[in-house]
């Protein structure tokens, strides 16, 4: 059987998209425009993955035409970019089927957007010879990520690449496996290379890059090492994002510059003890205070979940300062809360007037190196130049928060793309190597096969990031329901693929010996931190679509 041409399965995804905008009609309809999504939850969990799957197709297409228009296009791109395509639009079948008649649309919708000649389109590009023929390139290659960019973004990638390989990589399992902290030449190297100020602007000490170039990069670190490395550019990134989002002209020129050169190393603290993606509903309090002459704010109550809170030098911490729930989100505030740094698995700091901020890491089985603290405050007092936009930012830090967390989507979708590149590696390296039944492994069919699936959908998850980095450039607030989708969908990824490149380990997948059993429980956190996914599917992309 002939494989299909790139062209051919573009039309795939525009047949795709029209049983998409059928479906989206009608969840309109059904949700009350967004309204009624709790009163349909199934539904708009199936519609908004849905989209997900169809942007991501159209993504592929748009990156390899970019690819072809500039002359760095390849057989090779363009045969994985058609598996990547086949499986997505085959994935979005079967997940709107089973909601057809909930949608009022029948089984003639789904044959008219899909009539035979595309399904037997649809079974080409998914075929056993074509994703067969991608996994023995994968072999080849070793798993290489040769992803097509302009010079620029080329070189970007390539630098962060060697200092992974070099620095962070020959760490990552002593890290991993002893719980270790991220090591100091890490970040005095990564702040040397400009890696922390990638998106902050020049004016404000940083190098302004771009989303692509901050993207490339944190792939590269997470490709070495998710928690000793790929995150560490996230935090001061989330907390640079919302000063420019909304700080005063004195903060900016205060801090941009200490986080854009790795002076400060930052914490990002949200969720409580008790609520986790519930923002709005935050019972951390800050209240106005006079503590030893000086203006300020006082801050009591407990956080969750503070990655990096005892290395940091400051945490950007949202508390409610408006007393009434009631107010719900327009009752908080954005603080930068200064601290000591510490390196240990608890820490406990005061303030002046005697307020205690105290910590302590929580065990977990992956996503070690940073370590994610359960914090305590007492009394904690924090100066009131310290509040996020100066009197003008007082209950509007849910606002700030969100746009810093639209970065940190994001970034996630970066993270999920190393992590898969690094399973694809070491995955491709151990077959080729493993022999079985007199024979290495890799030339055996059923192998083959995976690896070429972990190929195309590592490519699927890349196109979508890549392409939301490009829009938060053009503008954040519109971009951020895509960067949404492209963690949504490179986190799944990233599970998948991690796992699949696990069993082909066969046992020795299990063992902490091998990489691949820490990319494995790198990757389940994926799915949860930065926006947990039915949260990200219901209230954030399904809102988006279904409002609109």
């Known amino acids: 059987m002939t494989a299909p041409s790139f062209d051919q399965a573009q039309s795939l995804v525009a047949a795709a998209d029209t049983l998409l905008q059928q479906a989206l009609d009608r969840a309109r ?22 989209a997900t799957e169809v942007r991501a197709a159209q993504e592929l297409v748009g990156l390899v035409a970019e690819a072809r228009g500039e002359g760095r296009s390849s057989s090779a791109l363009e045969q994985t970019a058609v598996a990547g395509i086949g499986f997505l639009v085959t994935s979005l079948r079967d997940r709107l089927e089973p909601a057809i008649d909930e949608l009022g649309l029948g089984d003639a919708a789904l044959d008219a957007a899909l009539p035979a000649v595309q399904r037997t389109l649809l079974r080409q590009c998914t075929s056993e010879a074509l994703v067969r023929e991608i996994g023995r390139r994968v072999c080849e290659t070793r798993g290489q990520n040769e992803t097509p960019l302009d ?4 070189q970007v990638r390539s630098q962060v690449r060697e200092f ?26 990564m702040a040397e290379l400009g890696f922390f100020g990638l998106a902050v602007p020049e004016e404000y000490g940083g190098v302004e890059m771009g989303n692509l170039a901050m993207i490339l990069t944190t792939e590269e670190l997470s490709r070495a090492s998710l928690a000793a490395a790929g995150s560490l550019i996230t935090r001061p990134e989330i907390l640079a994002k919302a000063l420019l989002q909304g700080g005063t002209e004195e903060q900016k020129r205060h801090w941009l510059p200490k986080l854009a050169s790795g002076e400060i190393m930052a914490g990002i603290s949200v ?32 956080k969750s979940w503070c990655t990096f809170a005892g290395r940091a030098d400051v945490l950007a911490l949202l508390a409610r300062t408006d007393p009434d729930p009631s107010r719900g989100a327009k009752g908080l505030s954005l603080f930068i809360v200064p601290k000591e740094s510490f390196t240990g698995h608890s820490f406990e700091c005061k303030s002046p007037g005697g ?4 910590g302590k890491a929580d065990a977990t089985p992956g996503y070690r190196g940073m370590h994610s603290f359960t914090l305590q405050l007492e009394n904690y007092f924090v100066p009131a130049a310290n509040l996020v936009g100066g009197e003008g930012g007082l209950n509007k830090g849910f606002y700030l928060q969100m746009s810093g ?9 970066g993270r999920a793309c190393g992590l898969c590149q690094a399973a694809l590696e070491e995955t491709a390296k151990y077959v080729v190597d493993r022999i079985q039944f007199n024979q290495p492994i890799s030339e055996f069919q059923l192998t083959q096969y995976t690896l070429g699936r972990m190929e195309a959908k590592t490519l699927g998850a890349r196109a979508i990031t890549y392409a939301a980095a490009r829009a938060m450039d053009e503008d954040e607030r519109k971009a951020a329901p895509l960067a949404a989708q492209a963690k949504l969908l490179s986190c799944d990824v990233a599970v998948d693929v991690t ?15 091998y990489p691949i059993s820490r990319y494995v429980v790198d990757a389940t956190v994926l799915p949860i931190f930065e926006g947990v996914k039915p949260i990200l599917e219901l209230k954030v992309i399904g809102r988006a679509l279904l409002a609109a």
């Open 499 to 513: 796992q699949q490149g696990q069993l082909m380990h066969g046992g020795w997948g299990y063992a902490e010996e």
């Open 151 to 154: 010079e620029m973004h080329d």
């Open 29 to 50: 309809e059904i949700t009350q425009g967004g309204k009624a999504i709790d009163d349909h939850q199934v539904l708009t969990e199936r519609v908004a993955y849905a």
């Open 405 to 413: 967390f639209a970065a940190g989507r994001l970034q996630t979708g």
């Open 271 to 302: 969720t409580e003890p008790d609520l986790g993606s519930d923002v709005a509903s935050l019972k951390c309090r800050a209240e106005p205070a006079t503590v030893e002459g000086q203006e300020g704010w006082v801050i009591n109550g407990p």
């Open 355 to 358: 307020g205690t901020l105290s």
């Open 164 to 189: 992974a390989l070099n620095e962070v990589m020959p760490h990552a399992e002593h890290i991993h496996r002893t719980d270790d902290l991220v090591p100091e030449s890490f970040i005095t190297s």
